[in-house]
């Protein structure tokens, strides 16, 4: 499988099942989804940026396989998002290349 790696100024945009995948997304989603699913604006919140902007970005990790959508009583509107057992794989495999990357250089 191969990946891409795109710096920009604002996010890491990783290749992941032929689909972008923000990896600061990604990462604020499993720091703040650890005990619960975590709504679409709360998430937003912690990135600091619009839940518009957000939204796409996390659907995209849906659709890959690295989160899951989570509907409940009070999130009918919005949605909620936790990380699933890959997408926590796949920031480990991550950190471990940024690691060896970081020791080879």
């Known amino acids: 499988m ?3 790696v795109l710096q920009t100024a604002k996010a890491r945009h990783v290749g992941f099942r032929g689909r972008s995948v923000d990896v600061d997304v990604l990462r604020a989603l499993a720091r703040l989804s650890q ?4 709504p679409a604006r709360d ?3 912690e990135l600091g ?11 995209s990790l849906v659709k890959a396989g690295l989160a899951a959508r989570d509907w409940g009583p009070e999130q009918i ?3 909620s998002y ?12 991550l950190a471990d290349r940024e690691r060896r990357s970081r020791s080879a250089g």
């Open 43 to 45: 998430l937003a919140a």
């Open 2 to 4: 191969a990946e891409v």
């Open 49 to 59: 940026r619009p839940v518009q902007a957000v939204t796409p970005k996390v659907l």
């Open 35 to 38: 005990d619960d699913a975590v």
């Open 77 to 79: 509107q919005t949605g």
């Open 82 to 93: 936790t990380i699933t057992g890959d997408g926590h794989d796949y920031l480990r495999r």
